[in-house]
């Protein structure tokens, strides 16, 4: 009777655990492989610490391809504090911010697009 028991309660841990660990392994790996990377330059015109309880840096890039055409905005997430804090000292000027695509990202805890900013600087 005891080994019915146990066995039951191995089946049992097996079949709540394993979901947990795939989503996390998963997660991990979207989370760390990139999709693409590159540059995108503009004026950074709306940039906010946001979540309720997961904070991240969600930001709006304007990209002027010309004086006075309508600007395209590149939307992005930052999970780095120290490259958040570059970002807030470059707000009005013109800056190129290198990221990393993540797609298929599960949740929108880590940020609430797939462009991750991983570096700025000042273009001008």
Known sequence: MEGKKSRKARWLFIILVTPILLFSLYTWLTLTWSYSSGERAGYVQKFSNKGWIFK?????????????AIPEKFYFSVRTDSVAAQINRTLGKRVALTYEQHKGVPTNWFGETEYFVTAVKVVE
Do not use: I, K, N, R
């Not at 991240?56 to 006075?68: N, Y």
């Open 56 to 68: 991240t840096w969600e930001g709006e890039l304007a990209m002027v391809t010309m004086p006075g």
